[in-house]
Every structure is written in structure tokens, then in C-alpha cells.
């Protein structure tokens, strides 16, 4: 056997490679590791005397990088950067079965119940273990404070409630995750958007009756960091970028009227380029331009055919929040659909699907992609309606009855309270014909209902709805590219002032038949737990009746004088 000797020399210089080598140390477990260390420290000494010492508690960090840019008339208007580290912290008192949470706990604006100071919820954006751990510790007190005071005032008000067999507990029993997500790229081209920025908000100077428009990018990344008592260990990144093309004018009648191109894509490299925005402008110019020359339309009940992001939003409004898990109790809820479970909601050709783990459908990215909500629990597709028939919930770690574990809808914007919300709602159909066949159906149903046209909703801005019990179950959309088809002729017109309105059970039993195509619908919903990204898809609907009433219609001149750019010119001045 022969023993080769190293120089010391070489040594050393060996180890210098292999520490080069190296990956360098993930900062995200750096603050994951100061995280459970205080979460422990917590969990086992924290307790008021002769009182019940916490029984659940997460700690969850985010970790906010955004760009923001916006021009308008050519020139930039805003070019930011802002980062920011927020900390949520949850502190159950208690038991799984019966703890301090409850609908009346919503915290709107991060501030704590029945304290006289209100501790920080900023994280340090420097990556020190130390002062870490000191804003959780003054967090978790205050948040313990609060979740045992309103433990016992719940135990009080207890006493005079009568008793519920059929009440599920405060809290689902959920396995605890560990996951870790590689880091993500987030590059922003920044002198290249501030270009397209301004050439794309200079096109609309040529234009005077457009009295302002703007366009704006957008590139948000957020780092988030979950640790629970539970034993859930969660890091996730999640980036999303945005370009919106937005631009407003007036009828002659006084009428506001917008119109815009809204996109959206987890990475800088899918949203679109140059050409593609110029076109999408060219299109938003010419919507406008035909909007002011529109007729404006009586409030109208008849059949209309929406288009699938406009069909998309009808069952975001009118469905997908009234399935959501936290809706189905609470003095404040309407319930609409408590107690439905196994009866039909919808007509039979129908179903809906929530399923957070779609990134894309048919090539478009989803805007509400997610690994793991905000609780910790993995996102689930859930079948909510099969055939027609209602089979579940989206819920959250609030069980519902009959529903006693999460699907991973957990949801929130920032440092809210987690409630469950939409992620990608998906609507199918097994009736489906052609978008000619679609038509011969509307003029059919509008000739067989004595109305001399029908409708065409075929884009639309978005819309709003009421849950609750006090007020009616109604909803409401905005659209924006109305069509009038004349049932002789089958010419189409445009028209505009009017808005969606209609009660959901009796607007969604009275779809006759779909389009083939499914379109994609992408935004943010905004509810109790703030503004989340979501998606909707769903193909064309025919709809035997639909209510329109009137818009607002605003009575304000357009401006007086026509726009420093148009008059400049006109004159030949300025090009």
C-alpha cells in the first residue's frame, strides 16, 4: 500500500475550495430557525396566573419587494421601489373544540382588542435573529392578552346561548406541513418598462376626447416564512407582475366611460411585449371612441348571452362567495347555501371546481395559484357543485358542519386574519354548442319572450356582491362592451349605461345553455381578509333572463378647453 502525503500548504488550500464551493447559508431559515425558537419559548412559559396558557400559535412572516411604475401623457408619473417585512401572529385560547376565534374577531387594521398600546407587526428587514424574535415577543403578549380576554367573554356569553348539537369546533386538527420553496428570480427590467411605459401613454395624446389615461407596471415578490406549534414549517415565494392600460372619457351626454387591458403573469417575461401592447391600446382607443357615439339603453329584463370572462364574474358573485366556508355562520351571514349539501343549486349540465393548484389553463397563468395557504394547510381542488348537486365548501381551519377539516382555503392579503376565500373558480358544462348556435338560441328565447332584441355582454370590468343578513341577497356587474341583437336581423349594436343586478339562486337557475370555449377572467376579490389574486373561469352563458338597470350617469361636462397636447398639435407646435 502506498500513503501519499499532502503538503500543509495544500491543504489548506483544499479547504478554501471546497468553503468556495459552498452554497452560501438560506437567510429564510435564518429567520425561520429565530421564529421557532421564540414560538417555543412562547408556547411554553407564556401564561397569565390562574389562567389557560395558549394551546395553538403561528407565526408568519412576509416578506414584500415591489416596482411600481406609471406614466401618463408620455411622461412618468410615479417610479417607486418599497419593501417591507409584516408579521402575523395568531394565539388561540382554549381548546380545538371551543376557543377565543369567532366572526366578531376579525382584525381590520391589525390593531389588538382591549389594549391600551398596540404593538408593532413590522419585521426587521435586516436579518438579525435578535431583533427578530423581540417583535414576536411583544406581538404574542399583546396577542395573548386578547385572545384570553375574549376566550372568556365568549365562555360568558356561553352561558345563555342555547345549545348547538350540530356546532362544529373553533379550530380544525390539521397535519403540519414542512415545505420549502427554492428562491425565485425577480428581475425587473426597470429602463425598459419606464420606455414602454411612456410610448405606450403617449398614444392616447393624439386622442382629445380621452381626457386621461395611464398605464402602469407592476412587479411584486413576496417571501413568506409560517411556523406554527403545530410543527408546520413553511418557506414560499410568490411573485406576480402586472400591466394595466387604462383610459377615460365622457358621452356627450355627461357619461363616464372607461375602458382598459389588464394582464397578468408570475414572471416579467409573460407579460406582453411591445407590439402586443400597441394593439391592445389601438383597441381600447377604438372601444372608447364607439362607447361616446353608443346609444344609451332602457333598464332592461330579457335573455343575454354573457361572454366567459364576463360569465366568469357572474359565478364569482353569485356563487363562489356564498360557498365559502366562514359564510356559513355567524349572526352577520345570509347562509344562502347552509344546509344545501346533496340538493341541486345549479342546472344539472353544470359544475364548479375551486382548484388553487392550477398555475395555467390552456397556456394563461392563473392568478390564483398557491401552494399553501395562508394557514399552513396545502391547497386542494374541491368539487363545490357536481351535476347541479352542491357537495362542498371552500373552507379554512374554521370548520363548517359536516366539513370538519381544511381544503387549503385559507386566505388573506398581507398580515389579515386568514378567512376561506376563492382561489381559481372553474365552471363546466356538459350542454355546450357552438358561439353561432349560442346566438340562434338568444334571438329564439328574445322572439319567444315577445322582446324585439337580446343581449351580448362581452366584456365586462368587474363586480360586487351582499352576503349578508342584513341586506338583500342580491349582486351586481359592470359591463362595459354591451351589445343589442336585433331578433329579425340579427345585427349586433352597441349600447351602453346600464349594470347587472339580479338575486343569485334565481340569475344561476336560469342559464339554458354554454359556449364550447372556457375564457379566463384574472384580478383580486377584495373581502373580510383583504385583497387576494383569484381567477375565474367559465365558458359563454345563455341566459333565459337577466336584469339590467341604469348606471349612473353623471351630468359633468367633459373639460372646456381642449388638452395642452391635442391643441399643441393641432397647431403644429408639437409632435
Known amino acids: 500500500m502506498r500513503i501519499r502525503t ?11 475550495l471546497l468553503t468556495a464551493a459552498a452554497p452560501p447559508p438560506d437567510k429564510r431559515a435564518v429567520l425561520m430557525d429565530a421564529m421557532a425558537e421564540e414560538l417555543q419559548r412562547n408556547q411554553q412559559q407564556l401564561k397569565l396566573q390562574n389562567h389557560e396558557p395558549p394551546y395553538f400559535m403561528s407565526y408568519q412572516l412576509k416578506d414584500t419587494e415591489q416596482y411600481g411604475i406609471v406614466a401618463r401623457y408620455g411622461a412618468i408619473f410615479q417610479d417607486d421601489t418599497y419593501r417591507d417585512r409584516k408579521l402575523y401572529v395568531d394565539v388561540r385560547v382554549g381548546s380545538y373544540e371551543f376557543d377565543n376565534s369567532g ?13 391600551s398600546y398596540i404593538s408593532n407587526k413590522d419585521a426587521p428587514l435586516d436579518d438579525s435573529p435578535l431583533a427578530l424574535r423581540t417583535s414576536l415577543w411583544l406581538v404574542t403578549d399583546e396577542k395573548y392578552k386578547a385572545a384570553l380576554s375574549s376566550f372568556l367573554k365568549k365562555k360568558a356569553e356561553n352561558v345563555y346561548a342555547v345549545e348547538d348539537p350540530k356546532q362544529p369546533p373553533s379550530f380544525s386538527k390539521e397535519k403540519p406541513a414542512t415545505y420549502t420553496q427554492p428562491p425565485l428570480a425577480f428581475p425587473f427590467d426597470r429602463e425598459r418598462w419606464v420606455r414602454v411605459a411612456r410610448d ?19 412587479a411584486d415578490k413576496v417571501t413568506r416564512v409560517f411556523v406554527s406549534s403545530e410543527g408546520g414549517r413553511i418557506i414560499s415565494e410568490q411573485t406576480m407582475y402586472g400591466l394595466h392600460v387604462m383610459a377615460v372619457t365622457r358621452a356627450d351626454d355627461g357619461q363616464l366611460l372607461d375602458n382598459s387591458r389588464n394582464y397578468y403573469s408570475p414572471t416579467e417575461a409573460g407579460l406582453p411585449d411591445e407590439k402586443k401592447l400597441a394593439e391592445a391600446t389601438s383597441k381600447v382607443i377604438e372601444e372608447l371612441m364607439a362607447l361616446r357615439k353608443a346609444p344609451s339603453i332602457d333598464p332592461y329584463t330579457g335573455p343575454a348571452i354573457l361572454a366567459p370572462e364576463a360569465a366568469g364574474v357572474l359565478f364569482h358573485e353569485t356563487l363562489g362567495h356564498r360557498l365559502e366556508g366562514d359564510r356559513q355562520d355567524g349572526e352577520g351571514e345570509g347562509k344562502t347555501f347552509r344546509g344545501q349539501v346533496g340538493k341541486q343549486v345549479l342546472p344539472t349540465f353544470l359544475s364548479i371546481v375551486d382548484d388553487p393548484t392550477l398555475r395555467t389553463l390552456q397556456g394563461e397563468p392563473l392568478n390564483g ?4 395557504d395562508e394557514e399552513g394547510v396545502k391547497g386542494q381542488r374541491t368539487v363545490l357543485v357536481e351535476k347541479g348537486v352542491l357537495k362542498s365548501y371552500l373552507v379554512s381551519r374554521r370548520p363548517v358542519d359536516g366539513f370538519l377539516q381544511s381544503n387549503g382555503h385559507g386566505r388573506s392579503q398581507g398580515t389579515r386574519k386568514p378567512v376561506a376565500r376563492m382561489a381559481n373558480l372553474i365552471a363546466e358544462s356538459s350542454k355546450q354548442v357552438d358561439d353561432a348556435e349560442l346566438k340562434k338560441q338568444l334571438i329564439a328565447e328574445a322572439k319567444r319572450q315577445g322582446k324585439p332584441y337580446g343581449l351580448i355582454i362581452r366584456d365586462i370590468t368587474g363586480g360586487n356582491t351582499n352576503t349578508s343578513s342584513y341586506g338583500y341577497q342580491a349582486f351586481k356587474g359592470m359591463p362595459r362592451m354591451v351589445y ?29 345553455a354554454t359556449g364550447r370555449k372556457q375564457g379566463v377572467f384574472n384580478g383580486f376579490c377584495g373581502a373580510e381578509s383583504g385583497n387576494v389574486p383569484v381567477s375565474t373561469v367559465a365558458p359563454a352563458v345563455l341566459l333565459q333572463e337577466i ?19 391635442a391643441s399643441s398639435t393641432a397647431s403644429g407646435e408639437v409632435k
Do not use: C
Not at 366572526?103 to 389594549?115: I, L, Q, V
Not at 405606450?200 to 407592476?218: A, C, L, N
Not at 395559484?369 to 399553501?372: F, G, L, N
Open 6 to 16: 499532502w503538503p500543509v500548504l495544500s491543504l489548506l488550500a483544499a479547504s478554501a
Open 103 to 115: 366572526p366578531e374577531e376579525y382584525d381590520f387594521f391589525g390593531g389588538g382588542k382591549g389594549s
Open 200 to 218: 405606450v401613454s403617449s398614444r392616447f395624446k393624439g386622442h382629445p376626447d380621452i381626457f386621461d389615461s395611464e398605464v402602469r407596471v407592476t
Open 369 to 372: 395559484y398557491y401552494e399553501y
Open 484 to 512: 343589442r341583437v336585433d331578433v329579425k336581423t340579427g345585427q349586433e349594436t352597441l349600447v351602453r349605461g346600464v349594470e347587472i343586478v339580479g338575486t343569485p339562486l334565481s340569475s344561476m337557475n336560469r342559464i339554458l
Open 547 to 565: 336584469e339590467l338597470q341604469r348606471a349612473m350617469e353623471g351630468k359633468d361636462r367633459p373639460p372646456i378647453l381642449m388638452s395642452p397636447a
